[in-house]
C-alpha cells in the first residue's frame, strides 16, 4: 500500500512538472494590447447601443478590469496544472455581492469574460473574428428595434376642468386637434363629473416631434387642461 500510494504521488509530481510552460512575455503584452482594444470597443457598444437604466458610462468602465483580470489569469494558469487546481480551489471560496440589476449588464460582462478567456487561451484571430460578428449582430438588433419604436403609441389622458362649454363640443374640440397630430385615435374613456371632463385616447404618432406639437396645441388653446402621456411603443396597435 505505501508503495502504491508513492508511485501515484510520484506520477501526480511528474505530471504537474511536466505540465508547467513558461510565458511569453511578448505574447503576453500582445495580447494586453488586443485586450485593451476590445475593452475600449466593448465600452462604446455599451454607451451607444445599452437600453439599460443605470449609468452606462460608469458600468462600461469595469470592462477593462474584468477582460485583462480575466486575460491574465488564463495565461497564467494555462502555463501550469497546479495553478489551475488552486484556482479552481480559490474561485470556489469567491462570492460576488453587487447585484446586476438588469440582463443586458449581464451579457456585456459575461462577452468581456469570454474576450478574457480567448486572448488568454492565445486564440486571438478567433477572439477578435467572433467579437466583431458579435457586436455587429447586437447592433443591427439594436438599430432595427430603434426605427420600429419611432412610431409612437400611447395613450393620452386628459383632464379637463370646469369650463362654460359644453361636454359635447369639447369632445368635438378634442377630437379634432387629436386627429390633426395622430395617424390613428381611438377614444376609449369619456368621462363628464360636474362639469369636469376626463378623457382617454389611444394615438399613434409618426415621430416624437408629432407628440411635442399635439401636447403645445393642446396647452396653448386649452388653459388648465391636464396632459398624460404613457407609452405603449411595445404593445401591437391593433
Same mark, same amino acid.
Do not use: C
Given at each position: 500500500?505505501?508503495?502504491?500510494?508513492?508511485?501515484? !504521488?510520484?506520477?501526480? @509530481?511528474?505530471?504537474?512538472?511536466?505540465?508547467?510552460?513558461?510565458?511569453?512575455?511578448?505574447?503576453?503584452?500582445?495580447?494586453?494590447?488586443?485586450?485593451?482594444?476590445?475593452?475600449?470597443?466593448?465600452? =462604446? /457598444?455599451?454607451? *451607444?447601443?445599452? @437600453?439599460?437604466?443605470?449609468?452606462?458610462?460608469?458600468?462600461?468602465? !469595469?470592462? #477593462?478590469?474584468?477582460?485583462?483580470?480575466?486575460?491574465?489569469?488564463?495565461?497564467?494558469?494555462?502555463?501550469?496544472?497546479?495553478?489551475?487546481?488552486?484556482?479552481?480551489?480559490?474561485?470556489?471560496?469567491? +462570492?460576488? *455581492?453587487? #447585484?446586476?440589476?438588469?440582463?443586458?449588464?449581464?451579457?456585456?460582462?459575461?462577452?468581456?469574460?469570454?474576450?478574457?478567456?480567448?486572448?488568454?487561451?492565445?486564440?486571438?484571430?478567433?477572439?477578435?473574428?467572433?467579437?466583431?460578428?458579435?457586436?455587429?449582430?447586437?447592433?443591427?438588433?439594436?438599430?432595427? +428595434? %430603434?426605427?420600429?419604436?419611432? *412610431?409612437?403609441?400611447?395613450?393620452?389622458?386628459? /383632464? =379637463?376642468?370646469?369650463?362654460?362649454?359644453? #361636454? %359635447?363640443?369639447?369632445?368635438?374640440?378634442?377630437?379634432?386637434?387629436?386627429?390633426?397630430?395622430?395617424?390613428?385615435?381611438?377614444?376609449?374613456?369619456?368621462?363628464? *363629473?360636474?362639469?369636469?371632463?376626463?378623457?382617454?385616447?389611444?394615438?399613434?404618432?409618426?415621430? @416624437?416631434?408629432?407628440?411635442?406639437?399635439?401636447?403645445?396645441?393642446?396647452? %396653448?388653446?386649452?388653459?388648465?387642461?391636464?396632459?398624460?402621456?404613457?407609452?405603449?411603443?411595445?404593445? #401591437? @396597435?391593433?
Amino acid at each position: 500500500m505505501p508503495l502504491f500510494d508513492q508511485g501515484v !504521488t510520484q506520477q501526480l @509530481s511528474d505530471l504537474v512538472q511536466t505540465s508547467e510552460a513558461p510565458i511569453s512575455i511578448p505574447g503576453l503584452m500582445l495580447s494586453l494590447g488586443i485586450g485593451t482594444i476590445l475593452a475600449m470597443v466593448l465600452r =462604446w /457598444h455599451f454607451r *451607444r447601443f445599452a @437600453s439599460t437604466l443605470s449609468d452606462r458610462e460608469q458600468f462600461s468602465q !469595469t470592462f #477593462p478590469y474584468v477582460l485583462l483580470t480575466t486575460l491574465l489569469i488564463i495565461t497564467i494558469v494555462k502555463s501550469s496544472l497546479a495553478l489551475s487546481l488552486g484556482l479552481v480551489g480559490a474561485l470556489s471560496i469567491v +462570492r460576488f *455581492r453587487t #447585484p446586476i440589476k438588469e440582463p443586458e449588464e449581464l451579457a456585456y460582462l459575461f462577452l468581456a469574460i469570454a474576450l478574457g478567456l480567448g486572448l488568454g487561451a492565445s486564440q486571438t484571430v478567433p477572439t477578435v473574428a467572433a467579437t466583431v460578428v458579435i457586436l455587429v449582430v447586437i447592433a443591427v438588433m439594436k438599430l432595427r +428595434r %430603434e426605427h420600429r419604436v419611432e *412610431r409612437k403609441n400611447l395613450f393620452l389622458s386628459i /383632464h =379637463w376642468p370646469a369650463d362654460t362649454v359644453g #361636454p %359635447e363640443k369639447r369632445l368635438v374640440a378634442l377630437n379634432e386637434a387629436v386627429s390633426n397630430y395622430a395617424d390613428r385615435s381611438d377614444l376609449r374613456r369619456f368621462d363628464v *363629473r360636474d362639469g369636469i371632463v376626463d378623457a382617454t385616447y389611444f394615438v399613434a404618432l409618426p415621430d @416624437s416631434e408629432h407628440l411635442s406639437d399635439l401636447v403645445q396645441h393642446l396647452q %396653448e388653446n386649452y388653459v388648465g387642461m391636464g396632459i398624460t402621456f404613457i407609452d405603449q411603443s411595445q404593445m #401591437p @396597435s391593433v
